[in-house]
């Protein structure tokens, strides 16, 4: 039997009977106790932001892939039913990158941008935030700075490589 409110000596404990959770708005793989009392296992996965970001930076970490003929497109699904594609066009200069949930509903998406030279990198995510990534002609230096959407900038880091590539130095800066 689920107890939502706890009641000792006239004194309440423990009440639930306000609270709002449930197992659409839990976090997948977490439990707890809705209103009513039931324990409840999360299902949600839609606005992880972390989790998405992640995965639009560095991939699905099992799935598999398929690579169109012209080896521009990247599809990746994993066990959860996720499909992660990167299309590549304008010579491979830029790259876009989606995530969407089982149903094909957009979860997050990034947009790199290459310069010629690949010495400007510019990532721009599903919240509008921007990373620019510049890289100096003998690669030694590298400043990236983050901005929000609204161009704020968040952080800045600088790297200085030495020249046998044993040595990094970096500086990071929040806020302005």
Do not use: W
Not at 52 to 78: E, M, N, P, V, W
Request: proline share 1%; aromatic share 6%.
């Amino acid at each position: 039997m689920a107890v939502n409110k706890v009641v000792y000596n006239r004194r309440t404990l423990i009440d639930l009977t306000a609270d709002t959770v449930s197992k659409e708005t839990l976090k997948k793989g977490f439990t707890a106790h809705q209103a009513d009392g039931t324990m409840i296992t999360g299902e949600f996965i839609g606005d992880d932001y972390d989790e998405i970001d992640r995965i639009l930076t560095a991939g699905l970490t099992d799935g598999y892939k398929q690579f169109s003929d012209d080896g521009t497109i990247i599809s990746t699904i994993d066990s959860q039913g996720r499909t992660l594609v990167k299309t590549f066009s304008n010579d491979f200069l830029t790259c876009i990158t989606v995530l969407t949930d089982p149903d094909g509903n957009e979860l997050g998406r990034t947009v790199r941008s290459f310069s010629d030279n690949s010495s400007t990198i510019i990532t721009t995510d599903s919240k509008g935030q921007k990373l620019v990534k510049k890289f100096s002609n003998n690669m030694l230096n590298m400043e990236a700075v983050l901005t929000d959407a609204a161009g704020k900038e968040l952080a800045r880091l600088t790297k200085v490589f030495s020249a046998d590539g044993k040595d990094i130095t970096s500086t990071v800066v929040y806020g302005k």
